[in-house]
């Protein structure tokens, strides 16, 4: 895959549409987690450093076309020390600008043309610019107005946080290092049955763990108590343990569960093997024994893919206890050269971030939907609208 990039391109004087992800988590008025903020900086920087005009178009949550203040961007300008315009279609302020100046526009999807890709939205978007740049690879798997749509009117590069994006999951998809040991945690099995089928054609090992684990339990006859889990997906699950065993995969499920008697942070945590469920019991994280198994199968491993949590990590320690120690023990192999670590997904960065051990993986991705879709090797459209 060869995409256009903006190396080559002058910008000088230019005036430049760049459309960034800053989907972030905003509380009480402060963004709790800049990552992708921050990830997207050296195109900001390379831009501005160069002489171009840079307007930055983004989204944050789900407004469906409705003027929503709540998920206002202006934070996110603040947060960025840039100024601040109220309507993402305004155009009045460009002949204000200079070269090297950058500023931020008001959340995209106040306007509903911009998730169902109108044309007429498109190009009022496109009025006033000479490039447009996508350096948001989280939402690149999106047929959106200013993913997709937009570059059908002005010339279309790709961003340095896109292209390294790219770059670096096509290599893990490509040219894995072995063993591979591939650990995939999470709500919902239906969300991620591509990527498992994916897993099992280039993984040695797929460790499924979380909700998504107590279903495959499920499929398989354990008892699974009053929990979250998909009974729908029996019969995927097993088609995916075929696969496994046809692929020589091995397919390591839960051996204990984490459980209350009722779903709440405030409950005791109870440790029971995986056949010991009862029946009132709310399965919360994922177990003692499971988690020794998981830090234990990481000594082995050349490269290790991680997406999705094991438990209600948002109830901090006590219930994120199978995540929290297997991002600790990740980042130790990780930051001592013994393997590869490539993570995905916002709740599993977030857990990174609450252990304080971001820096020491070997790559995080910006893409949540994105990443899980690359990786099951579906074509994103807005790549592909870049692609020479």
Not at 42 to 69: F, M, Q, W
Not at 99 to 122: H, K, M, P, Q, S
Request: one cysteine or more; hydrophobic letters at 40%; charged letters at 25%.
């Amino acid at each position: 895959m060869t995409i256009r990039n903006i190396e080559n391109v002058d910008v000088c004087g230019k005036y430049v549409l760049l459309r960034d992800d800053f989907n972030v988590q905003i509380v009480d008025g402060k963004i709790s987690e800049p990552f992708r903020i921050d990830a997207s900086q050296p195109t900001i920087k390379y831009l501005t450093s160069n002489g171009a005009r840079v307007v930055i178009c983004a989204h944050l949550g789900r407004p469906k076309g409705v003027k929503d203040e709540s998920l206002s961007l202006r934070t996110i300008a603040e947060y960025m020390k840039i100024p601040f315009i109220d309507d993402c279609l305004k155009k009045d302020f460009l002949q204000n600008m200079k070269n090297g100046d950058v500023v931020l526009l008001e959340n995209l999807r106040f306007y509903i043309g911009e998730e169902e890709n109108t044309d007429l939205f498109a190009q009022d978007l496109s009025q006033g610019f000479d490039l447009y740049v996508n350096d948001a690879f989280a939402v690149s798997h999106r047929d959106a107005a200013s993913v997709v749509g937009i570059t059908k009117y002005l010339p279309s590069f790709a961003g340095f946080l896109l292209e390294k994006e790219i770059n670096n999951i096509s290599r893990v998809m490509e040219k894995p290092e072995h063993p591979l040991v591939a650990f995939v945690g999470g709500g919902k099995v239906s969300t991620k049955i591509g990527v498992l089928k994916k897993f099992v054609s280039i993984a040695d090992k797929i460790v499924v763990g979380g909700a998504m684990g107590t279903t495959f339990n499920y499929a398989l006859g354990l008892p699974v108590g009053n929990s979250l889990y998909e009974a729908s997906m029996k019969n995927i699950a097993l088609e995916i343990l075929d696969m496994a065993r046809k692929n020589n995969c091995e397919i390591l499920l839960p051996l204990d569960k984490a459980v209350g008697k009722s779903f709440s942070k405030d409950e005791m945590r109870i440790n029971r093997d995986i056949d010991k469920i009862q029946e009132n019991d709310v399965i919360m994280d994922d177990g003692d024994k499971t988690i020794e198994r998981n830090k234990k199968l990481l000594e082995n491993a050349k490269m290790v893919i991680w997406n999705g949590t094991f438990g209600v990590t948002e109830w901090g320690e006590k219930w994120g206890r199978a995540s929290f120690a297997f991002a600790k023990s990740l980042a130790f192999f990780s930051k001592s050269g013994k393997l590869e670590s490539v993570v995905g997904g916002g709740d599993t960065v977030a857990v990174l971030n609450d252990c304080g051990v971001f820096d020491n993986m070997t790559y995080v991705s910006t893409g949540g939907g994105a990443f899980l879709e690359f990786i099951e090797g579906k074509e994103l459209p807005g790549i592909k609208a870049l692609e020479q």
